[in-house]
């Protein structure tokens, strides 16, 4: 066999190890998405993907490096959403609000978004460093990146036209982020914890809307440094 058929026969090997890679993570969002994250084993995954533990185990590291894949499919589409939101605003207060908005409203739409993003964020930094391939930490991190950048931008805008304040763009985009993901876990509750009577717990209800207005108000709030 020539030297140009062996290369011939690697490319084609490389690109059928690529193919099912990503036939495996489109698997296992749908399965996320279908049933939730929290229950799903990686025996279920291998099902839901037509193959066995062992080619699970030939492409990922294990199921932390699944998670962080599947995250990166949400974030290009939640990415997309954020710069069309942006597009046609020209304040950076109606940009901010359009990207809380657009964040919220994604999040409401596959939960299983949070979910992956937050079990990844439990993840002690060694241990996330252990559990996943520095090739997959690096696609997650630009995925992330991909998003933050158009919030960042968004507040450097907004500090050099006056309309916020704020000292760290990067390190408020990051926040926004984080805590974003918990409100979204508030939201699919919908469920508020409060005291009905000294001593006496209570529950109230709570609308996915109501999630995403505080969500505006509060990040209108950190970005002025003031009540909105």
């Given at each position: 066999?020539?030297q140009a058929?062996?290369?011939?026969?690697?490319?084609?090997?490389?690109e059928?190890?690529r193919?099912?890679?990503?036939?495996?993570?489109?698997?296992?969002?749908?399965?996320?998405?279908?049933?939730?994250?929290?229950?799903?084993q990686?025996?279920?995954?291998?099902?839901?993907a037509?193959?066995?533990?062992?080619?699970l185990?030939?492409?990922?590291?294990?199921k932390?490096?699944?998670?962080?894949?599947?995250?990166?499919?949400?974030?290009?589409?939640?990415?997309?959403?954020?710069?069309?939101?942006?597009?046609?605003?020209?304040?950076?207060?109606?940009?901010?609000?359009?990207?809380?908005?657009?964040?919220?409203?994604?999040?409401?739409?596959?939960?299983?978004?949070?979910?992956?993003?937050?079990?990844?964020?439990?993840l002690?930094?060694?241990?996330?460093?252990?559990?996943v391939?520095?090739?997959?930490?690096?696609?997650?991190?630009?995925?992330?990146?991909?998003?933050?950048?158009?919030?960042?931008?968004?507040?450097?805008?907004?500090?050099?036209?006056?309309?916020?304040?704020?000292?760290?763009?990067?390190?408020?985009?990051?926040?926004?982020?984080?805590?974003?993901?918990?409100?979204?876990?508030?939201?699919?509750?919908?469920?508020?914890?409060?005291?009905?009577?000294?001593?006496?717990?209570?529950?109230?209800?709570?609308s996915p809307g109501?999630?995403?207005?505080?969500?505006?108000?509060?990040?209108?709030?950190?970005?002025?440094?003031r009540?909105?």
């Amino acid at each position: 066999m020539s030297q140009a058929e062996t290369g011939g026969r690697r490319t084609a090997i490389e690109e059928r190890r690529r193919k099912q890679a990503a036939d495996i993570i489109a698997a296992t969002r749908a399965l996320f998405d279908e049933r939730g994250v929290r229950d799903a084993q990686v025996e279920d995954i291998a099902r839901a993907a037509g193959v066995n533990r062992a080619i699970l185990y030939r492409h990922f590291t294990g199921k932390e490096e699944i998670f962080a894949l599947v995250v990166v499919s949400y974030l290009g589409e939640l990415g997309e959403q954020m710069s069309a939101a942006v597009a046609g605003h020209d304040t950076a207060r109606a940009r901010l609000t359009a990207l809380v908005e657009a964040f919220v409203d994604y999040g409401i739409a596959h939960p299983a978004f949070a979910d992956c993003a937050q079990a990844l964020m439990r993840l002690p930094g060694p241990e996330l460093l252990a559990e996943v391939s520095e090739r997959a930490l690096g696609r997650l991190g630009r995925a992330i990146s991909s998003c933050l950048v158009v919030l960042s931008d968004t507040l450097e805008h907004g500090v050099a036209t006056d309309e916020f304040t704020i000292e760290d763009p990067q390190l408020l985009a990051n926040a926004f982020y984080a805590s974003g993901l918990g409100a979204l876990q508030l939201a699919r509750v919908g469920i508020l914890v409060k005291e009905a009577a000294p001593g006496v717990p209570g529950v109230g209800a709570i609308s996915p809307g109501q999630v995403r207005d505080y969500l505006v108000a509060s990040a209108l709030a950190m970005a002025t440094g003031r009540d909105s």
